[in-house]
């Protein structure tokens, strides 16, 4: 149980466009879903936390107008980057917790975005 | 804020071997911590976690941490290491009752056959 999968896993756009990552929990409703940035050799870094029906709660650092989330519902969220720059290429991992309290995020397996 | 630290960020080791991994965090107040584990292709999975109670925790494919509050340590064991057991090791803290994990900087695992 407490599957997260993620699509696409890989994809390659031009500078200057939009990019929308999707997460969604298979097998589980996700009230809370978070969005990490992955850089090579280096650990995760939280950029946002989404909540189903409001606004997400964006980390310092992190431009909101830049990466657009979406949780539309209790099991797919949506990261936009949007004017997509080669600085932000990367690997974008989700995750989902199944409610506040249990505080157990499962992870899905990742999207490498590379803006050329 | 918290911070989580990770000692050794590569290590190298024999089949059979024991491993340890150390895992630091600085934030006083109660909090949940959590190992995961990345094989090479694929995503994070979690290893074990501890929220309260018996401090020493067994978690899947024989892996085993350590909760230790005085030193803020959540340090990993495995008795015996497999080749299969390769991968990156990232610990993980959040504060009790809020769910926002932060990260340590990950240990790569060499197992070697």
């Known amino acids: 149980g407490a599957v997260v999968s993620q699509h696409p896993s890989r994809v390659i756009c031009k500078s200057g466009t939009s990019v929308k990552i999707e997460c969604r929990s298979l097998?589980?409703?996700?009230?809370?879903m978070f969005w990490y940035r992955q850089f090579p050799k280096q650990s995760l870094m939280l950029m946002a936390t989404?909540?189903?029906?409001?606004?997400?709660?964006?980390e310092q650092g992190v431009e909101k107008d830049k990466f657009l989330i979406n949780h539309a519902s209790l099991t797919l969220s949506t990261l936009t980057v949007t004017s997509a720059h080669p600085e932000d290429s990367s690997f974008y991992i989700c995750?989902?917790?199944?409610?506040?309290?249990?505080?157990?995020?499962?992870f899905g397996p990742g999207t490498r975005l590379t803006v050329l | 804020a918290q911070s989580v630290s990770q000692h050794n960020h590569h290590v190298i080791l024999s089949e059979a071997a024991s491993l340890e991994l150390g895992c630091n965090y600085s934030?006083?107040?109660?909090?949940?911590l959590f190992w995961y584990v990345q094989y090479p292709g694929q995503h994070l999975q979690l290893l074990l976690k501890?929220?309260?109670?018996?401090?020493l925790v067994k978690g899947i494919k024989g892996f085993e941490a350590e909760f230790i509050k005085s030193k803020f340590s959540f340090n990993l064991r495995k008795p015996s290491v497999q080749w299969s057991d390769t991968a990156e090791y990232f610990c993980?803290?959040?504060?009790?009752?809020?769910?926002?994990?932060?990260f340590g900087g990950g240990t790569r695992v060499l197992v070697k056959p």
């Open positions: 995750s989902a917790s199944v409610d506040r309290y249990t505080d157990t995020q499962y």
């Open positions: 097998d589980f409703q996700a009230t809370t």
């Open positions: 989404s909540n189903e029906g409001s606004k997400a709660t964006y």
């Open positions: 934030y006083g107040g109660t909090v949940n």
């Open positions: 501890y929220f309260s109670g018996d401090p």
């Open positions: 993980a803290v959040n504060k009790a009752a809020g769910n926002k994990l932060t």
